[in-house]
C-alpha cells in the first residue's frame, strides 16, 4: 500500500496491522502533501517489480488539501483506490469540496487536540452504502445476523459510547466557529512574523481553503540567525510550547526499511518547520505572547 511518507504514523500503521507492505511517497512544496509525480513514478516501478499497490493513502497535512485532481487521475488510471486521511482537515474544502468526501473512503478524527473532539476516536467516511454496513459489521464484533451469538468471522470492538458520539454530535454545530478561530491565528502569526528574516508561511493554492489546524512556519537558520531546535528550547523556557513537524515516515526506524519515492522535501519540512500554538480557544494576549517571545529570539 502507498502512504504519504509526511504525516502522522496513525496513517501508515494500519498497513502492518494488515500484514501489508508500506511504501512511502514524498511530498511537493505547495501543500506539502502527497507528490502526484512521484506517486505514479511509485505505482509504475510496483508494478514492473511485480507488486501492484492495494491502494492510496493521501494525508491534508495539517489541514491543507491534498492535490486531489492530480491524484484522483493518477489513481483512476492505475484503478487504485484511494483512501483519504482527512483526520487534521475537518472543515476544510477542496474547490468547495469538504475533505472527507474526495476520496473513495476517508477518515476524520475527533481527537483531544483536533477541531472538534469527542476526546477520541473518529468517522469512517464512505461514498458507497454496502462499504458503510461492511464497516459497521466489522466494528461490531462481526456478529452474524443470528438469534444466537454467532461469528464468521473476525471482528472487532471499535465503536464510539452514545454518550461520546452525542457530544460530537453537538460539537458539529460550532465547527465553523473553530475553523474561523484557528485561520485567525493563523493570520495573525503570518501579520505579525510573515516579515521576520527567515520566516515562510505557506499560502492556499487557488481553490483550496485549509482550517489552519495548526500554524506551522518554516524557519531559515541563515536568515532568521536561529534555527527551529533553538526557538523551540528558548520559547519552551518561557512556558510556550511548540513542536517539529511531523517526522516522516520514510525516516522512522520503524520505516527506514520500505521503499520510498519522492525528493528531500518532506525531509527539508522536518528540519526548518515549527508547529506554533494552535489551539482555538487562544487569547489575545496568549497570540502577543507567542509573537513577542519569538521576535525577541530572532536577530535583527
Not at 477541531?115 to 458503510?132: E, F, N, R, Y
Not at 459497521?136 to 471482528?155: K, L, W
Not at 478561530?181 to 501579520?191: E, L, Q, S, T
Request: with cysteine; charged share 25%.
Amino acid at each position: 500500500m502507498i502512504c504519504q511518507s509526511m504525516t502522522f504514523s496513525a496513517s501508515a500503521n494500519p498497513i502492518l496491522y494488515q500484514g501489508a507492505v508500506p511504501v512511502f511517497v514524498g511530498s511537493e512544496k505547495e501543500t506539502w502533501n502527497i507528490c502526484p509525480v512521484a506517486l505514479e513514478e511509485a505505482i509504475e516501478d510496483r508494478i514492473a517489480k511485480g507488486k501492484k499497490p492495494k491502494a492510496i493513502i493521501a494525508v491534508h497535512l495539517y489541514g491543507m488539501p491534498y492535490k486531489s485532481k492530480e491524484i484522483m487521475k493518477v489513481a483512476k488510471k492505475y484503478e487504485i483506490p484511494v483512501l483519504e486521511d482527512a483526520a487534521e482537515a475537518l472543515g476544510s474544502t477542496y474547490h468547495d469540496q469538504n475533505c472527507g468526501t474526495l476520496g473513495d473512503l476517508a477518515i476524520l478524527s475527533f481527537n483531544g487536540n483536533k477541531i472538534i473532539t469527542t476526546s477520541g476516536g473518529g468517522a469512517l467516511v464512505a461514498h458507497d452504502q454496502k462499504i458503510k454496513e461492511k464497516a459497521v459489521f466489522y466494528a461490531t464484533q462481526a456478529r452474524d445476523a443470528a438469534p444466537h451469538y454467532q461469528h464468521s468471522h473476525i471482528g472487532y470492538n471499535y465503536r464510539m459510547s452514545n454518550i461520546v458520539a452525542g457530544i460530537g454530535r453537538g460539537q458539529m454545530k460550532v465547527l465553523k466557529d473553530r475553523v474561523e478561530a484557528r485561520r485567525k491565528n493563523y493570520a495573525f502569526y503570518v501579520k505579525e512574523l510573515g516579515s521576520l528574516p527567515g520566516f515562510e508561511f505557506t499560502a492556499e493554492p487557488e481553490g483550496m481553503y485549509s482550517n489552519r489546524w495548526l500554524s506551522t512556519v518554516l524557519i531559515e537558520e541563515a536568515k532568521a540567525g536561529i534555527n527551529t531546535t533553538q526557538l523551540r528550547e528558548a520559547l519552551e523556557k518561557e512556558n510556550i510550547e511548540t513542536r517539529p513537524l511531523w517526522k516522516p515516515m520514510h525516516l522512522q526506524p520503524i520505516f527506514e526499511s520500505y521503499a520510498y519515492y519522492g525528493n528531500q522535501v518532506a525531509k527539508e519540512l522536518f528540519e526548518t518547520g515549527l508547529c506554533l500554538p494552535s489551539g482555538s480557544n487562544l487569547s489575545d494576549a496568549d497570540l502577543n505572547r507567542v509573537v513577542e517571545g519569538i521576535k525577541r529570539e530572532v536577530s535583527p
